[in-house]
């Protein structure tokens, strides 16, 4: 792993269930690690990439998601297919470890993506959940007692002012496991 990039990775959805509802939006940081003696590794952004994707059925989406993520279809006009993403997508991360916020959420959305759409991903098989690393890293800190990501960018002073939309989500993401792990 010490080797690997790590892809730094964000989806926005019609709902939450993988089964019937599907990514509108899907963002990733592809940092390289910088070997540091006796610190870890520093962390250094390489690409930023971004997706709007076409919903197939968006009859099925969760009206509040929807709000929440900001999805409406002019926004999405130019949207691409969720196979043109996923093919862009599985060049950028080829190698990579998966780290995202709330991994278990993420991750099958992006499994259920990569299944529908044929697209064979080519990550590292490791993941990383910044939810267990903050509360490993950040346990005792007595005003840490929610791990959102709206909650961790509160407790490490890491500005998100476009919240719920995969992009900022994951400069946010980035800028706090930074600030967790030293990097």
Known sequence: MKVHNLAFID???????????????????????????????????????????????????DEEALRINGYNEVDWMFAVDL???????????????????????DYAFIEKAFESTGVESRMHYAKLDTISIAFARLYDAPQADKFSLRALCELLKVENPKAHTALADTKALVACYKKMMGA
């Open 83 to 105: 196979e043109k993403a996923m093919e862009e997508f599985a060049k950028k991360t080829q190698s990579a470890t998966f780290i995202s916020h709330n991994l278990v959420f």
């Open 11 to 61: 989806t926005e959805t019609t709902g939450t269930d993988p089964s019937k509802h599907e990514i509108v939006e899907l963002a990733c940081i592809i940092c390289r690690q910088v070997e540091r003696s006796g610190r870890g590794p520093a962390i250094e952004i390489i690409e930023e990439c971004e997706w709007k994707i076409k919903p197939k059925h968006i009859e099925t989406a």
